[in-house]
Structures are given as structure tokens and as C-alpha cells.
């Protein structure tokens, strides 16, 4: 690596303004995410709206819809981080506000469900404000806070992910679905603001000259921690998303009132978010006191394992606790991600790196309901959990044997 790249990933070592900054990119990604997800419920009321009428139709142009914004957001999150490393995080962040006020302010406006898949995909290439905050408070934080800065970060984004579908089970009875589509972007547009006028980045002329020299994949000198990291964030998101096709299905076998089935199925799912979101911030604050490869390696194993009693329940709140016991050991696991690829990657290339970081992700997003439902399908659905389980304790071995030699010693 250049004396430039050194100095550039030096440049920064936490900015005066983290905290501000923490707390705005808390506040703007809790927001982001609760307008993304809030269209759940009524997703398919929607699409049947603009004109789609039969059933499997519906359900078709409503799973197009939703995954149309992860499929966009996943091939541009690497292109943003760069553009971020070169122009600055803070104003990713504003094109990412602003992109999305405009677009979940269009789609209550739409005319046919082939506007609703577009403007869906305009989001995932505009937006990314949740992982552009990610790497903006990854390099603006001292390193020494920053795996809790993180956690405290990814408790806001899993807070928006619970938060969102409650509100939008509520919102469209009220003011109407196109109503509850401009009211989220009026929310996204505050954030806009709060974002332009107080996020403050010390950036460095260092660190621009040399992410435009280089940057990137080929500036990161020990790739076999960023590599472990990459699939870490695959198979957290798997792990979390596989039993989702099949959960309904698998409640329905031990809930004897089945009119409970899609209340106590919407609870499983929401249980694994609630741990995390209780637990993020504190795992952050245990990996920055006893390292970040403990806590991975550790996460990975006991989430495996909590995975086999959950495939041999005979009820379903032992279902639930045990899902938001997974949640709990998973929930520091993100912050960790960020946190270990910023301590290993120069400061030039941090936002490329953690931009693939997400797109691994939802990598993991897409491909966790898929395989799941065709193990769940063709072979069961206790093999959904143990197959899952298999995975993740092969992340921890995998974790725990490529950790930095300093973190063995």
C-alpha cells in the first residue's frame, strides 16, 4: 500500500462531530427503513388496485415489487460506497434521502402495477441511506467505540423493520393507501433535511486522492478478514430469512386455533428482530472490549445451534422464544461486520468494501426465502432449520480460523 493510502486511512481516526452524526443517521435510517417496509401488509391490495385481478397474479406482481428494491439496491450499494469514498458519505446520504423522498412519494401515484415495479426498483438505485450511514458512522467514529457505535446504529435500522409493517397494517385505513405512500415520503423528507443541515464530515483531501488512485478491492492488502466478513453478513441475512416461506405453514402445526395462525406467525417473525434490537448495542460494546472475532465466531455457533430445538417444537411459544433467542445472539453480528472491515481496510476504500458488504447481504436476503422454501417444499421443514444450522456453524469454524494473527495471539 502507498504512503498515501496510509496517510489517508489515518486521516480521519474519529471525527469531533460522531455523536451528532450517530444520532441523525439513527434517527434518518429508523425513518428510511420504516418507509420502505410500511407498503408489507398492503402490498398486495395495491397491486390488485392498479389493475391486477387474478389471485396468483396478485401474489406474483407483489413479490416483484418487494424484492425489485433489493435486486437494484444489491447491484449499486458497491458504486455509492466508491462515489462516497471519493465525494464524501454525507452527501451519499442526502442523494439517498432525497432520491427516496421523490420515488415512495411517486408510487402513491401510480397508474399500473408496471409504474409500482419501477419506481420499486428507482428506490433500491437511489436510495441506501441505512448502509450509507452505516459507513459513515463506521469512519467518523473512533475505533474504539465503533463496533457499539454500530450496534446502536443497527438497532435503529431492525427498530424500522419491526416498526414499519405495524405502522402500515394501520395508516392506509386512516388516510388511504396513496395517502400513507406521500405521507412516508414526507417523513423521508425530513430526514432529507435533518440530514443536509446537521451532519457534519471531516473529509480528507488524503483519502479522496487516493480512492480516486485506487481504491477499492485492490487497495485492501489482507483480504481474508474482509472475505470472512462478506459471507458472515450472506449468512446472517439467510439465517434470519430462510424459515420466512415456511413459517405460516409450521405455525399452522402447533397453533390448535388456527384463526390465531397469521398472529402468532407475524409474532416468530418479529421476535428474532426484537432480541436483536436489544442486544445489538451491547454485543457492539462487548466486541470493542474483547474483540470483534469472539463475538462473530460466538454469534454464529450458538444462533446454530438454537436452531436445532426449533425444528422439533411442540408449541408455539417455545417457537418463539427460541427465535428471539437466535435474534439476540445475531443482533451483534452487523455491527461486528462494519466494524471489522473498517479496522481492515484502508479509510480510501471503506465505504467500496462496506458496500459490498451489503450487497452480500441481500444476497443473503433473496436467496435465504428461496432456498428455504424449496428444502421446506421438497425435503421439510425441520431440514430448513437444521440445513440452516449446518451453514452457520460452518460461518463460525470458518470465522474463528481465518481471525488476524494478532487476534489468535
Known sequence: MTDTQWDAAKAVPGSAYWKRNLVISLLGSFTTIVAMTL?????????????VSDDAAIVQWSGIAYGATFFAAACVAPIWGRLGDIYGRKL????????????????GMAGSVWQL????????????????????????TPKDRSAWALGVLSSGIMAGNLVGPLIGGVLPRVIGIRGT????????????????????????????????????????????????????GLLLMLANMSIEPIITVYVAQLVPDQGQVTMVAGIVMS??????????????????????WPVIAGALAIAGLLLIP?????????????????????????????AVIRHNVPDSAAGSILG???????????????LGGFVGGHIGMRA??????????AGAAFAWLVRPKDEQA
Not at 459490498?356 to 428461496?370: E, I, K, N
Open 117 to 140: 415495479v419501477a419506481l420499486r426498483l428507482f428506490v433500491g438505485l437511489a436510495g441506501g441511506y441505512a448502509s450509507g450511514s452505516m459507513v459513515l458512522v463506521a469512519t467518523q
Open 181 to 232: 405512500f406521500l405521507a412516508a415520503g414526507g417523513m423521508i423528507f425530513l430526514a432529507f433535511l435533518a440530514t443536509t443541515f446537521l451532519i457534519k464530515e471531516e473529509k480528507s483531501a488524503a483519502r479522496k486522492q487516493a480512492a480516486k488512485a485506487s481504491g477499492g478491492w485492490k487497495s485492501v492488502s489482507d483480504k481474508g478478514p474482509v472475505i470472512a466478513m462478506l459471507a458472515t
Open 356 to 370: 459490498l458488504s451489503t450487497s452480500s447481504q441481500f444476497v443473503g436476503q433473496v436467496v435465504g426465502p428461496v
Open 310 to 338: 426449533q425444528a422439533f417444537v411442540t408449541a408455539s411459544w417455545q417457537l418463539i422464544a427460541l427465535r428471539f433467542l437466535m435474534g439476540v445472539a445475531l443482533g451483534g453480528l452487523l455491527p461486528c461486520i462494519a
Open 92 to 107: 451519499m446520504l442526502v442523494r439517498a434521502s432525497l432520491g427516496m423522498t421523490i420515488a415512495i412519494s411517486l408510487m
Open 39 to 51: 407498503l408489507l401488509p398492503f402490498l398486495p391490495f395495491y397491486v390488485e388496485e392498479l389493475g
Open 384 to 393: 430448513v432449520f437444521l440445513g440452516t444450522c449446518v451453514l452457520l456453524l
Open 271 to 292: 421476535a428474532a428482530a426484537l432480541g436483536s434490537i436489544l442486544s445489538a448495542s451491547r454485543l457492539g460494546r462487548l466486541a470493542d472490549r474483547i474483540g470483534h
